[in-house]
């Protein structure tokens, strides 16, 4: 199985490319010019490596790039600085989704999508609700914060605008917290947020979304119990 992985470079996405090496997966990735990757990553014959901005893609290159994929993962994030924050590109996981999906269409080949979201998504289709707090507060990100904004609509792309397809089946992983962790831990999914993204977050380390996202892609009833919903994956306490 090959598969297209976006925000390779990042701190969850390196780990997630890593993830698929070990289940012998074969992986295309997309990384700017600047990027600097595992020498284990680069070096292997199963890496195909793609430089460029994925901001600067078409709809062509898209296209080329979902080519021969049977499965893409979305790791695109904001760097945390001024202008990773409030400079452009402030749609970058949006626009990203929503190319993937419709370069998908076009080749007309079914292809798993699963985006790494977070649990700042409230996903009002299974009856999510903020209290007062949260939504003022939610709502005073999404005008002030461009990341934020983003990462709602990428997800809100996925569940109005894609729905139950027959060509993109896709799942949004939702992590709280994310942190860093040397290995694997004792971890549970839920359907929906049990806790309060705001005033009572709870914590995820990347190498469990990582391993989750890999164990989706590799299980088929795995995959089939939770593709189009949004998962949530906290730590074990």
Known sequence: MKTLVLGASGATGKLVV????????????????????????????????????????????????VLGCDSVVCCLGHNISLKGLFGPPRSLVANAVKNVTDAVSALGKPVKLI????????????????????????????????????????ADHLVYGIGVSETVEWIAVRPDSLFNEERESGCDIHESRIRSPIFNAGKTSRINVARFIVDLLENADLWRTWKFTMPVIYNRE
């Not at 070990?22 to 195909?48: H, L, Y």
């Not at 999510?128 to 949260?134: Q, R, S, T």
Request: proline share 3%; glycine share 8%.
């Open 18 to 65: 890593a993830e698929l090496l070990k289940k012998n997966f074969t992986v295309r990735i997309v990384v700017r010019e600047s990027a600097v990757m595992p020498a284990g990553i680069i070096g292997d014959s199963r890496v195909e490596s793609v430089t460029g901005n994925i901001d600067d893609f078409d709809r062509d290159g898209f296209e080329k790039l």
């Open 115 to 154: 985006l790494m979201s977070t649990t700042a998504y409230t996903d009002r289709s299974r009856g999510e609700k903020n209290g007062f707090g949260e939504t003022l507060i939610f709502s005073v990100l999404e005008r002030l914060l461009p990341p934020h904004r983003d990462n709602m609509r990428a």
